[in-house]
C-alpha cells in the first residue's frame, strides 16, 4: 500500500507559515500584500478555482480583488483593466484566469503583465529566469510539487524523473524544477512511443495530461513515487486524476490523490508569489 502524500495538510501548514509572515509584513510595511485576479465569462470551473484564490488569499491576511469581467469584454476593455492594476500600488500580484474566451489573445495580456506583478510567472521574461535556475516567482503548481516533495522528505537528485505532459504552464516548469533538484529527467508527450516503458523507468513519476486515470498500474515502477496533476470528471462527474488510483495505489511508494493533492498546493504558491512580490515592490522603493 502506497503512502497517500496529503496536499490539503501539507497546504494548510505551508499557509500558516506564510499567514505569519504576511502578519509580519504588515506590521512592518503597513500595508498588506495585494493580489488582482481577473476572470472574464462564465466558465464553472474558472469561477470555483477564482472563489478559492480569493478565500485562500483573505485567510492569509492579503487585500484581495477580484475583477469579473463578462463574456463579452473585448481585448481593449480586458487591456485597461490590466494598466489599471498595473499602476494600483495597492495590488503587487495580478493573475488572469485561463483560459480566456477565445475572441481574446491570451498571449498579449501574458506579456502585458509586468514581470514583477507576474505571480502566475507565465511572462516570458520570467519563464526564462526559471530556465536560468535565478528566479523571483515559480510558477504555482510545479512549485507546489516541489515543496510538497521536500515536505515529504522525497530526495529528487540522482532519481529518474518522467513527467507526463509538456504544457508552458505545468509539464516544462515541472521538468526544469526537478532539473534543478539534480533530477534526471525525461519529458513524455501524446507523440512519446512507448509511453509505459518510459513511464515504468520512473523513480518520480509526475502526470499532467488532462485526462481521467490514463496513468493505469502497469504503467508504474513499483515503489515510485506518483504526483497526480490532473484534474478531471470521470464518467459519473467526480473529480479525478490523470493516474487511475485504484490501480495505481497498490503499486506506487507514494501518491498523491485527487482532490486533496497536488491542487490545494497550487493556490499555496500563488499565495507565497503574491507576499513575494509585495516584498519586492517594497525593496524596490
Ligand atoms: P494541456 O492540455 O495544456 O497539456 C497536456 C499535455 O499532455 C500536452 O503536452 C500533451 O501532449 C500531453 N498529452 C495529452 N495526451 C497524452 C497522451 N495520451 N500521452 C502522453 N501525453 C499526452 O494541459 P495542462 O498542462 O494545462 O493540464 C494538465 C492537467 O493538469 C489537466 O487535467 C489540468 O486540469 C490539470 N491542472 C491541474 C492543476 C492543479 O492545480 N491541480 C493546475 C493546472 C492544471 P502534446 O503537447 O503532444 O499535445
Known sequence: MAHIIDGKKIAELTRADIA????????????APGLAVVIVGENPASKVYVRNKKKAS??????????????????????????????????????????????????EVLRFIPPEKDVDAFHAENTGHIMIGDYQFLPCTPAGVMTMLRHENIDVAGKN????????????????????????????????????????????????IGKAKFVTGDMIKPGAVVIDVGMNRDENGKLC??????????????????????????????????LRAAILAVSNK
Open 161 to 208: 524523473c518522467v513527467v507526463v505532459g509538456r504544457s508552458n504552464i505545468v509539464g516544462k516548469p515541472m521538468a526544469m524544477l526537478l532539473l534543478h533538484a539534480n533530477g534526471t529527467v525525461t519529458i513524455c508527450h501524446s507523440r512519446t512511443k512507448n509511453l509505459a516503458e518510459v513511464t515504468r523507468e520512473a523513480d518520480i513519476l509526475v502526470v499532467a
Open 58 to 107: 483573505e485567510e492569509a491576511g492579503m487585500y484581495s480583488v477580484v475583477c469579473e469581467m463578462p463574456e463579452s469584454t473585448t481585448q481593449a476593455e480586458l487591456m485597461e483593466k490590466l494598466a489599471e492594476l498595473k499602476s494600483d500600488e495597492r495590488i503587487h500580484g495580478i493573475l488572469v484566469q485561463l483560459p480566456l474566451p477565445g475572441h481574446l489573445d491570451e498571449g
Open 241 to 274: 486524476g490523470d493516474v487511475d488510483f485504484e490501480s495505481a495505489e497498490p503499486v506506487a511508494g507514494a501518491i498523491t490523490p485527487v482532490p486533496g493533492g497536488v491542487g490545494p498546493m497550487t493556490i499555496t504558491t500563488l499565495l507565497e508569489n503574491t
Open 20 to 31: 505569519a509572515r504576511v502578519a509580519a509584513f504588515k506590521e512592518e510595511n503597513g500595508f
